[in-house]
């Protein structure tokens, strides 16, 4: 698996719609981050403007379902919402029966088989309001999707796990 | 574990019964919200079915309303029904979506995944169509009587079904 990391959903999104240019399914495509409430609304903080303007969820999610087919809003205890969308909404569904009080690394270790340490790093940075994007696959895909990726330079982290 | 639906004209009527149901002790768990939503330039909306001028919604208020009660909500693409929202339980039955279910559209998902009738998962998703909002409760039968004698005295649900 790749997980790359990006500042904000605008990257994360050119990011997965390279990935798919690139012939990758939904089913093997996965965006993460944090959400927030504010005032009845739910917003999105990207990590890289310096006014960290908000963005109401009704955008990112449009976005994302031009790419994907679904995406899921959960609550998580200690952590705020979580914005996920592709193979990740499998995981939510085991998330509401159960995993969900674990927080996030339960999440991250237990559906996705990212390590404890890993899972720690990968929620720290959806704590700060970046963006994950997950790619499974093959091993040949992983390694084609990690070129894709590193071409593309708008990670700031990029890990093959 | 047995389904009953009831169906609403709008979000906050839906909304209200949920509350109804859950100030009631019925396990929020065990609650489902289902309903449309569109897209619109870069935004999603959901529309209400009960105001003449049918305002829309930012996805980002109901979203936040729904999530004071149920613990996700889902927003979904699917081939030749749009965009539905979902909260609650239901959300598992959405995660077979990934697999391929979503071509058969909404009514498969209720009766393969949701586990109700063929009929009822037709008119439900007919329901949904017109931009009526479905709650379905969850439970065994003591639950569901209870869950439908909160729903009827509330008194907001256009149909509700029978268990």
């Given at each position: 698996m790749i997980v790359g990391v990006y500042a904000s959903h605008d990257k994360a999104i050119v990011a997965l719609r390279k990935l798919q240019e690139s012939g990758y399914m939904p089913g093997q495509l996965s965006i993460l981050a944090k959400a927030e409430l504010v005032n009845n609304h739910i917003h999105v903080r990207p990590n890289d403007s310096l006014e960290k303007a908000e963005v109401s969820i009704g955008v990112v999610a449009g976005a994302i379902l031009g790419v994907l087919p679904g995406l899921g809003i959960i609550t998580i205890p200690g952590l705020g919402l979580l914005l996920g969308a592709g193979a990740w909404i499998g995981a939510f569904g085991g998330a509401y029966l159960g995993f969900l009080t674990g927080g996030i690394?339960?999440?991250?270790?237990?559906?996705?088989?990212?390590?404890?340490?890993?899972?720690?790093?990968?929620?720290?940075?959806?704590?700060?309001?970046?963006?994950?994007?997950?790619?499974?696959?093959?091993?040949?895909?992983?390694?084609?999707?990690h070129d894709v990726l590193h071409t593309l330079n708008l990670h700031l982290d990029l890990d093959v796990h | 574990m047995k389904t009953i639906a009831a169906v609403y004209d709008s979000h906050e009527k839906a909304i209200a019964a949920l509350l109804e149901l859950k100030k009631s002790g019925f396990p929020t768990t065990q609650l489902s919200l289902l309903g449309k939503a569109e897209l619109k330039g870069k935004h999603i909306y959901v529309k209400a079915n009960d105001t003449p001028e049918k305002v829309e919604m930012s996805i980002g208020i109901i979203a936040g309303t729904i999530l004071g009660i149920l613990t996700g909500v889902g927003i979904f693409a699917v081939p030749g029904v749009g965009i539905l929202f979902g909260a609650g339980a239901i959300l598992g039955a959405f995660a077979g979506l990934q697999g391929g279910i979503i071509a058969g559209g909404i009514a498969v998902i209720l009766s393969t995944n949701v586990g109700m009738d063929e009929a009822d998962a037709i008119?439900?998703?007919?329901?949904?169509?017109?931009?009526?909002?479905?709650?379905?409760?969850?439970?065994?039968?003591?639950?569901?009587?209870?869950?439908q004698q909160i729903l009827h005295a509330h008194g907001l649900a256009i149909e509700i079904s029978p268990t």
């Open positions: 690394v339960a999440i991250l270790t237990t559906a996705m088989g990212i390590d404890e340490t890993n899972g720690k790093k990968y929620e720290k940075h959806l704590n700060e309001g970046k963006f994950l994007v997950f790619v499974q696959g093959n091993e040949d895909q992983i390694k084609l999707a | 008119r439900y998703e007919q329901h949904l169509n017109e931009g009526k909002f479905i709650i379905f409760a969850q439970g065994d039968e003591p639950q569901l009587k209870l869950a």
